[in-house]
């Protein structure tokens, strides 16, 4: 390990193991709103797209243990609808990265997260209220992917359509893992082509990805023990933090 280009710098470290921590919780379920913060907590000693490089073999081992953990718990229906949106974002995102600011696209999901909580909030949503409708569903997965591809904060898009479908958590936890397993699949090629994927950032990624599975198995263990209110009051939370961070971001 000596002997590869790793980034050396302690700060990094001290952003980096609770960022990557946070992540594994937020792709296990439980805080699904948190994992948005991984990449503008890193970023906080390297660039954004450095630190969304950096994260994506330790999001792949995290995709794939959130698969086998709930792999019987998948709405395949709902996710066969998410799933081209999802990729056709991924394109967009791959097309305008060169063109865009990160911290502005930052601020544009944070705005977006708050006021989406705000709606929810001043409107709370009936027992018997209808879903949001697919073409709502449509646009939100697409920025969904986007976001993902930006500044890996793919969440608060998606979480905005589906957390009013009222899921169950293992239920809600395994359509996500699987959605995001294929979104950030589609994503290597493209980081690749844009000069992401080198040597020190994959070196780097080496020495997080051990904590990669003991952040999945801490959400885990508790989102099968957790009951739905809580569940999506926690989520919201987290949604909350992400906002306050990446509009945060977008302004300083």
């Not at 395994?174 to 950030?184: E, H, K, R, S």
């Not at 569940?231 to 939370?237: C, G, K, Q, T």
Request: hydrophobic residues 60%.
């Amino acid at each position: 390990m000596s002997s590869l280009p790793l980034i050396t710098d302690p700060y990094f470290y001290l952003v980096a193991v609770p960022a990557v921590i946070l992540l594994g919780i937020s792709k296990s379920g439980f805080g699904a709103g948190f994992g948005s913060l991984a990449v503008p907590m890193m970023a906080l000693a390297v660039t954004v797209p450095q630190a969304a490089a950096i994260l994506m073999p330790v999001l792949l081992v995290m995709d794939l243990l959130g698969m086998a953990a709930f792999r019987k718990n998948v709405d395949r229906q709902l996710l066969m609808f998410l799933l081209p949106f999802g990729l056709l974002g991924v394109v967009i995102g791959t097309l305008l990265f060169k063109w865009l600011d990160a911290h502005l696209v930052a601020g544009i999901v944070g705005v977006f997260t708050l006021l989406f909580l705000a709606q929810r909030l001043v409107f709370p949503p009936r027992p018997d209220s209808a879903p949001p409708p697919r073409w709502a569903g449509a646009i939100l997965t697409a920025a969904s992917g986007f976001t993902s591809f930006v500044a890996h904060a793919g969440g608060p898009p998606i979480n905005a359509y589906v957390i009013p479908m009222r899921l169950s958590p293992v239920l809600f936890t395994g359509t996500m893992a699987f959605f995001f397993f294929f979104v950030n699949l589609a994503k290597w090629a493209p980081y690749a082509w844009l000069g992401l994927i080198d040597l020190r950032n994959m070196s780097t990624s080496l020495v997080l990805l051990p904590l990669a599975p003991i952040g999945v198995w801490i959400g885990v263990r508790i989102a099968h023990r957790i009951r739905p209110e809580l569940f999506y009051r926690l989520i919201h939370i987290g949604m909350f933090l992400t906002g306050c961070k990446l509009v945060w971001d977008a302004l300083a």
